[in-house]
């Protein structure tokens, strides 16, 4: 780990899996371990863990789990009954594919496995999703920072995408660990990011450690912010990227994508191509997850809105290609995406201009 990278949120440790409970952050920062894999969906779905590419890592070491408990209870029949443990884990959160293709990628593994314990080839499949969005992280730390003109700057960002929320180092937070560490911006703006507030809670708390200035803003702040020139770039993670480029990502998204275009700020998506759904013709087909009133209507546990009223909660909007000046992959970076390029991307992993 580098001097900008000291956090895990999952980790596999002494045969059990580690979550750091992202609910309680910045106040308290506590581990829960798992060796079951319905609480481990447990923890996906009430957002112990969260961030697209965390979601697939830890579901990803969920099925180790589960293949330990089927071979101790059928012994070489443990594949009859691993199929409801990976639906399951599929059922915890509708929006981050990363979730789904890591459950694809395991169970492609157990296909190729015998009726022998399944343990060890698990967690080295698991493993490997693990070590490779890391590295995946750092290939487009590069690759965005790059992107960015002049040194000394500012940008804006949305959301978690940062340790927290990957295997490690972060994604749109990669991007900017990256160009602070080589001068190209020296000051990050973060949204807040209500209703959940991962910006406040999480993305300030990781670049607070990393010694990154950091301030925060209400997200109807951000406009304005725009206005005054400001910022160069708004730099966000996705959670899934349709074929045509179009971008869900967490709520809010949508509208700092609207107002980058209207002030000419440049638009950034980062994510590694697991983030990528190219049965999805465009963002239309994206499954949106609706989350709880209670996430609106109250804050830290304690109702603030007007008792009788009601609340709209999407997790998630899908940003239009035409809003993004830049998607940034570990296997290359799309400017202006098109259904085109992105193929491109997937095959040749090549720059498309
Ligand atoms: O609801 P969350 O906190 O899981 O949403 C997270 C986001 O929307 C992130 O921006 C996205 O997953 C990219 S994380 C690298």
């Not at 780990?1 to 999952?10: E, F, P, Y």
């Not at 109807?220 to 910022?231: E, H, S, T």
Request: hydrophobic share 45%; charged share 20%.
């Amino acid at each position: 780990m580098n001097q900008h990278d000291t956090i895990r949120a999952v980790e596999w440790i002494d045969g059990q899996l580690r979550l750091i409970d992202q609910r309680l952050l910045p106040q308290e920062t506590r581990f829960n371990t798992y060796d079951d894999v319905t609480a481990v969906a447990g923890a996906i779905r009430d957002m112990v863990v969260r961030g697209a590419p965390a979601i697939g890592v830890t579901a990803a070491y969920g099925v180790v789990l589960a293949g330990r408990v089927r071979f101790a209870e059928a012994g070489a029949n443990w594949q009859a009954t691993i199929a409801q443990d990976l639906a399951t884990l599929a059922a915890s959160r509708p929006t981050a594919v990363n979730l789904f293709w890591a459950l694809d990628r395991m169970k492609t593994r157990i296909a190729q496995l015998d009726g022998g314990d399944p343990e060890a080839a698990l967690l080295a499949e698991a493993t490997a999703i693990h070590e490779e969005d890391v590295a995946a992280n750092y290939r487009m730390g590069e690759l965005g920072a790059a992107l960015i003109e002049g040194t000394g700057g500012a940008v804006l960002t949305h959301c978690n995408t940062g340790s927290l929320a990957t295997g490690g180092y972060g994604t749109a937070l990669g991007v900017i660990r990256s160009a602070f560490t080589s001068g190209r911006i020296a000051h990050v703006f973060a949204d807040e990011t209500r209703p959940w507030l991962q910006g406040a809670r999480l993305t300030a708390w990781e670049l607070v450690q990393d010694r990154v200035p950091v301030t925060l803003l209400a997200d109807g702040a951000a406009a304005y912010l725009m206005k005054q020139g400001r910022v160069s770039w708004v730099i966000v993670g996705a959670d899934r990227i349709a074929a045509n480029g179009d971008t869900a990502n967490k709520i809010g998204t949508y509208s700092a994508a609207v107002n980058a275009k209207h002030h000419g700020v440049k638009f950034m998506v980062v994510a590694p191509t697991s983030t990528i759904d190219m049965s999805l013709p465009t963002g239309a087909g994206i499954p949106i997850e609706q989350r709880a009133a209670d996430e609106v209507l109250a804050l830290a546990g304690k109702r603030v809105a007007a008792q009788g009223a009601e609340a709209w909660n999407p997790s998630f909007d899908v940003t239009p290609a035409e809003l993004i000046d830049a998607i940034v992959t570990e296997k290359g970076v799309v400017l202006n995406p098109t259904p085109e390029k992105m193929r491109a991307l997937q095959i040749n992993g090549v720059r498309v201009d």
